[in-house]
């Protein structure tokens, strides 16, 4: 008896300690609803990382789901729900997230995001269709950088 009430006790304490920002995968998945509410929390302005790349970006690839193959749709899906989770983990456990920093920090998780989603595995179609959307990004040098990170790895095969 002592056995159970001792594992329902530890049961419970592990998933009350899962973080409060945790969402469903599908959410993140299928929406970009977090990053409004990273933008309320912040309250960055017009001219935010968040208002004049994540939020458009996210919406803009969203919009072009179904061009994608379906394992660019599956890849797809896992960058916009990472993504969103890496800012949402900054944004409750990072005590120096702040409009001055989000970028930066927003842009470093894109390699992590691509590379576990299986940016590398992606048929030519498809990066041909990432690389045309995100093309207005190309004279950004911090978005070039790790774009050119992510296809070294690509082309390497490891970090």
Not at 88 to 105: F, G, M, R, T
Not at 130 to 155: L, S
């Amino acid at each position: 008896m002592k056995a159970s009430i001792f594992t329902l006790l530890l049961i419970s304490l592990i998933f009350s300690a899962t973080p409060a920002y945790t969402q469903e995968l599908s959410d993140l998945e299928n929406s970009c609803d977090t990053y409004y509410d990273i933008e309320n929390s912040l309250r960055c302005g017009y001219q935010s990382y968040i208002r004049k790349f994540a939020l458009p970006y996210c919406q803009e690839y969203l919009r072009r789901h179904d061009s994608f193959s379906p394992a660019g749709q599956v890849v797809a899906k896992g960058i916009r729900a990472c993504l969103q989770q890496e800012l949402l983990a900054n944004l409750y456990e990072n005590p120096d997230l702040s409009c001055n920093n989000i970028q930066s920090i927003g842009i470093r998780s894109h390699y992590k995001c691509y590379i576990e989603a299986g940016f590398c595995e992606l048929p030519n179609p498809d990066l041909v269709l990432i690389m045309w959307i995100a093309k207005r990004q190309v004279f950004n040098a911090e978005i070039m950088a790790t774009f050119m990170d992510v296809v070294g790895y690509c082309q390497r095969g490891s970090p």
